[in-house]
């Protein structure tokens, strides 16, 4: 399976994965950013809030519809830990273009919506829209609570909390109650700005061919963005 690296630019890489055995292309962004107890809550909370509106969709019912159009292009989003990193991963999977009727490219539609996902969210005055938070504050906590609930999954926490009692890798991948209680529009724009600003990114794409002008949109997007402070994910 031939693969091909990119430099997209200070702590950005693109990652094409040449495979023609699936019908689909998938389109994934990973955002590596360290693991801290003071900012787990509001990094967890990202990936889902913004595959859940934008700018340009500002309900999931409006992105619903654009998603229905691209033949039932499949958002997926999640936090997971990566040693002492947190890994902030979104994805977009969608038929390949000559399964389709369209004239014009579904693969190539299809990065651009994440694209404009991740760099253009839902948001008013330097914040989250409230209902967005809300909504994605209430989702967090029914997953902590349903881990707890859960005795094989709670032993499992249970057991790296205590091997890693005191390091960075027993802090819940996701935090806890009150972290994700604490959680406010306006923090989780600041986690968005540092993500974009600080995060190592790799963009990956697994298909047939890589969307025309994806990598270049992705270069041009971060090189209007000051990067410092990159993490060191290796």
């Known amino acids: 399976m031939p693969y091909k690296k990119m430099f997209l630019g200070e702590g950005v890489e ?7 055995r699936f019908n689909t292309t998938s389109v994934s962004y990973n955002f590596y950013l360290p693991l801290k107890k003071e900012t787990v809550a509001e990094n967890a909370l990202l990936p889902f ?71 253009s969210p ?8 409230e209902n967005d938070v809300n909504r994605e504050k209430r989702k967090a906590i029914e997953h902590i609570k349903g881990e707890i609930a859960e005795k094989r999954i709670y032993a499992k ?3 790296i909390s ?9 802090i819940p991948k996701c935090g806890t109650v009150d972290d994700v209680q604490k959680v406010t529009g306006q923090s989780l724009y600041n986690a968005w700005l540092k993500m974009l600003s600080s995060a190592f990114v790799r963009v990956q794409v697994v298909g047939a061919v890589v969307p025309s002008g994806l990598f270049d949109n992705v270069k041009q997007k971060f090189e209007k963005i000051a990067r410092t402070d990159i993490t060191d994910y290796k």
């Open 14 to 20: 693109g990652l094409f994965i040449q495979n023609d």
């Open 49 to 119: 809030i913004l595959t859940a509106c934008g700018k340009d969709y500002p309900d999931f019912s409006a992105l619903n519809l654009k998603l229905n159009k691209l033949y039932g292009a499949r958002l997926d989003a999640s936090a997971e830990k990566y040693g002492d990193c947190q890994l902030l991963r979104m994805t977009i999977s969608v038929i390949n273009d000559r399964f389709s009727f369209e004239s014009d490219s579904l693969v190539e539609q299809a990065s651009e919506l994440l694209l404009n996902l991740i760099f």
């Open 122 to 129: 839902n948001t008013e005055n330097g914040a989250f829209m």
């Open 157 to 159: 926490n249970r057991l």
């Open 162 to 170: 205590e091997m890693y009692s005191g390091k960075v890798y027993g």
